[in-house]
């Protein structure tokens, strides 16, 4: 991001110069699709990819936040009164419920928070899978943070983001993209429990890049079948007698009745979770001991079980995914995010890089017929003020 031109930028609708610059991260999650809703594992990593805030606290509890991509602005009063009545944060539609909400979830958390005038952008892809709405929320937790003075802690903001997010929005997300836009680290991906909320920093191998491989295609009417999957995988659990899937072993599933006693749809829904978190709890092994070749081969692996168990991806991503194993030093690729469209992510050996993104766009476009946007991700660094 060029933050002089966002600074101009702020100076030209409010007149003055900003105070403070924040920023947040949007997120590729490399391994363990599904699985945060199932309260297992996951490693996503943040990218260098977010959304800015340049902001100057106000002495009021008006906020006033002017988007630079959705050429409008969203404006609120935080006075609370004695019923505890937010004065202006009523439910409305469009970018600015993630501010609200967010802006909501903080007052009645018991933070007292001081109006501010900002100005917003991001580079994020919309509807890719690389969590733009949490890179929003949490941008906006940080704004709050250096405008109103208190204490920045990562999980307790995640988690307002993302109740903000399920409650005030009405997403039913877990708080995987939540907890990696607030507490990555530069060079790392995040090992997070999603029931404790235990989470570790997982070193990336060296000599490799993550490559996004954005199919161009965005996902249509899937709430009715993310419901579908996660009521699904919830019988599996009550079948199993556990809160979870995240409490059966691959060898429990395998050693079980399931087979012969669930339908084959829901078999396969808890196959695709079960053996998911154990790919997680690999990679994050594997990761630490260098095994890229390994590392690969559990990207693929993954891929094949949210395509074949799971049936979240389309033609488009089953065609990237193709596209990329078949060149020279890709060690794996996988859908990432929801699925139906979206992107994926493919681990290449760093010298290859750019010349496996030049030979998958190509391929890619003769056998989809679609363009691609496709770059070479770094891990970032999770929400921060920015210093100038």
């Known amino acids: 991001m060029d933050i002089p031109t966002l600074e101009q930028s702020f100076t030209a609708y409010f007149n003055s110069k900003p105070e403070f610059i924040v920023r947040a991260p949007g997120r590729v999650n490399l391994i363990g699709e599904h699985t945060d809703y199932n309260e297992g594992f996951v490693l996503p990593m943040a990218i260098d990819r977010s959304v800015w805030i340049a902001l100057s606290p106000r002495a009021d509890s008006k906020i006033r ?34 501010i609200k909400g967010v802006a909501y979830e903080l007052q009645r958390a018991g933070y007292e928070l001081r109006g501010f005038d900002g100005v917003m952008t991001g580079d994020i892809p919309r509807g890719a899978g690389l969590s733009s709405s949490a890179a929003v929320e949490l941008a906006t937790a940080r704004a709050f943070a250096a405008a109103s003075g208190f204490e920045w802690d990562a999980v307790q903001m995640a988690k307002l983001a993302q109740k903000a997010e399920n409650e005030w929005v009405g997403v039913n997300c877990g708080i995987m993209d939540q907890m990696a836009s607030a507490a990555c680290k530069e060079g790392y991906a995040l090992f997070l429990d999603c029931r ?24 249509g009417l ?18 199993f007698g556990v809160t979870a899937l995240r409490d059966v072993s691959v060898d429990e599933f395998y050693k079980s009745k399931v087979k012969s006693e669930l339908s084959e749809i829901v078999m396969k829904r808890a196959r695709h979770i079960i053996t998911e978190n154990a790919r997680v709890l690999e990679a994050v092994n594997v990761m630490k001991d260098g095994n890229i070749k390994r590392l690969g081969e559990l990207f693929n692996a993954s891929h094949d079980s949210l395509r074949d168990d799971f049936e ?11 596209c990329a194993r078949e060149l020279p030093g890709c060690y794996g690729a996988r859908m990432t995010g929801a699925g139906f469209g979206g992107c994926a992510v ?17 391929t890619y476009k003769q056998k989809s017929g679609l363009e691609a946007s496709i770059y070479v991700c770094k891990a970032s660094e999770g929400a921060c003020i920015v210093e100038r």
């Not at 404790?196 to 996902?219: C, G, M, W, Y």
């Not at 389309?314 to 065609?319: E, G, Q, S």
Request: hydrophobic fraction near 40%; aromatic fraction near 6%; charge should be negative.
């Open 196 to 219: 404790t909320l235990e989470h570790q920093h997982a070193p990336l191998p060296e000599n490799v890049s993550l490559v996004i491989l954005d199919t161009s295609t965005r996902r």
């Open 65 to 98: 936040i002017r988007s630079l991509d959705a050429l409008a602005t969203v404006s609120a009063n935080l006075e609370v009164d004695s019923a505890f009545e937010l004065n202006s944060l009523t439910k409305g539609k469009g970018w600015g419920e993630y």
């Open 346 to 362: 493919a681990l290449v050996e760093k010298e290859n890089a750019q010349e496996f993104t030049k030979a998958v766009s190509t």
């Open 222 to 239: 899937v709430d009715s079948a993310y419901n579908e999957r996660r009521s699904q995988c919830e019988e599996a659990a009550r079948w």
């Open 312 to 322: 979240v991806t389309n033609d488009a991503l089953n065609i990237m995914v193709a």
